[in-house]
């Protein structure tokens, strides 16, 4: 139990337009979910913590309008980056967590590059 | 504030040998402690956590790591690593407070040599 998946895996995509990216707890509900962004060679940073039905906490630094983040349901999460520049280029991992259990669960993370 | 240390960013180590890969954590409130492992373009599995009990807390493929409240430690340890072991290995907490949210620690990359 407890899978989350991402889609999609990789994306390519050219300066200026917008993706999407989807997060589902595929087993489980979740009550909150996280967004991070991975730079190579280094941990995990924190883009936002996104709780059902309430607008996602986003981290200092992190631009809220440039990195929407839409939590419909118990199941799913949505980043989209908005306007993507080359610096936007990184991988993203989404995880899920469920009440009382303190432990997060992630997904496969998504490879984004943008052109 | 809390921070998570972990204090080599590399840890090169024969096949087979024993391993340690150390983890710091400063924190004003009471903490819940977790290993995790990233294998090479893979997202993060969990090895182990420990929420409470004993100290001492066994995990997934024979990776173990020990509570030490007084020196505000979590070291992971294995006795006989082999060449699947390779990979990221980060420290995170989660403060009780918070809201489930992990602290991470900068991450060893464990690198084992045949």
């Known amino acids: 139990g407890a899978v989350v998946s991402q889609h999609p895996s990789r994306v390519i995509c050219k300066s200026g337009t917008s993706v999407k990216i989807e997060c589902r707890s595929l087993d489980f509900q979740a009550t909150t979910m996280f967004w991070y962004r991975q730079f190579p060679k280094q941990s995990l940073m924190l883009m936002a913590t996104?709780?059902?039905?309430?607008?996602?906490?986003?981290e200092q630094g992190v631009e809220k309008d440039k990195f929407l983040i839409n939590h419909a349901s118990l199941t799913l999460s949505t980043l989209t980056v908005t306007s993507a520049h080359p610096e936007d280029s990184s991988f993203y991992i989404c995880?899920?967590?469920?009440?009382?259990?303190?432990?997060?669960?992630f997904g496969p993370g998504t490879r984004l590059t943008v052109t | 504030a809390q921070s998570v240390t972990q204090l080599d960013s590399q840890v090169p180590v024969f096949e087979e040998a024993p391993v340690e890969l150390r983890c710091n954590y400063s924190s004003s409130v009471s903490v819940y402690l977790f290993w995790y492992v990233q294998y090479p373009n893979q997202g993060l599995q969990l090895l182990l956590k420990?929420?409470?009990?004993s100290t001492l807390v066994k995990g997934i493929n024979g990776f173990e790591a020990e509570f030490n409240k007084s020196q505000t430690s979590f070291h992971l340890r294995k006795p006989s690593v082999h060449i699947s072991d390779t990979a990221e290995y980060f420290c995170?907490?989660?403060?009780?407070?918070?809201?489930?949210?992990?602290?991470w620690g900068a991450g060893t990359k464990l690198i084992i040599k045949p």
């Open positions: 420990y929420l409470s009990g």
């Open positions: 996104s709780n059902e039905g309430s607008k996602a906490t986003y």
């Open positions: 995880s899920s967590a469920r009440d009382r259990n303190y432990e997060q669960y």
């Open positions: 995170a907490v989660i403060p009780m407070d918070s809201n489930y949210q992990l602290i």
